[in-house]
């Protein structure tokens, strides 16, 4: 198994890591880390620490009143919550007994698993056949230390994590 050896540096009131690629892990006490620890690291370093995956799904109901429409939402949101880990809520159309709108979202540290969560949900949606599906949209927003909309907007030019590696020093290692 390959792994990275991880030289800390200290930053003024910040800590950066340095990789060095090539090394063998021999265990963790030798200061040798697993690739799920580097992939999270990494992940935290350059790219993106959150993602949000959402969904809008609007369905067409034949239902005659309000109480038939929220016992059709009420079965298809319990069911969604049972099988997936996600939120889901109506979100529009709360008085038309003929329309039910829904929202979803999921969220993870990695955009991939997202969507593919997000596309598990709306199947599953679809192919309960409580209501035929007439609209689906989705987006995914990601926030992270790179990413926009991420830092303040007090802050239009924040520091890069190139900068702030740059201006590190490096902790003896006695």
């Excluded at 370093?45 to 059709?72: N, P, Q, W």
Aim: charged letters at 25%.
């Amino acid at each position: 198994m390959r792994a990275v050896g991880v030289s800390v540096f200290r930053c003024i009131g910040r800590i950066s890591l340095r990789f060095i690629l090539g090394f063998d892990a021999v265990g963790p006490r030798d200061g040798m880390f697993s690739d799920v620890e580097i992939r999270r690291v990494l992940g935290f370093l350059c790219g993106t620490m959150l993602v949000v995956a959402v969904a809008r799904l609007a369905f067409s109901l034949t239902a005659v009143s309000l109480k038939d429409k929220r016992r059709v939402a009420r079965a298809l949101i319990d069911r969604t919550r049972r099988r997936f880990p996600v939120a889901v809520a109506e979100i529009e159309e709360n008085d038309n007994h003929a329309a039910l709108v829904l929202g979803c979202s999921v969220v993870s540290n990695d955009a991939q698993h997202a969507m593919s969560m997000l596309d598990h949900v709306v199947s599953f949606m679809e192919n309960t056949y409580l209501a035929p599906m007439i609209l689906r949209e989705r987006e995914i927003l990601h926030f992270g230390p790179l990413a926009d909309g991420f830092w303040d907007a007090e802050d239009p030019d924040p520091e890069s994590w190139e900068e702030v590696a740059a201006s590190c020093e490096p902790v003896s290692e006695d």
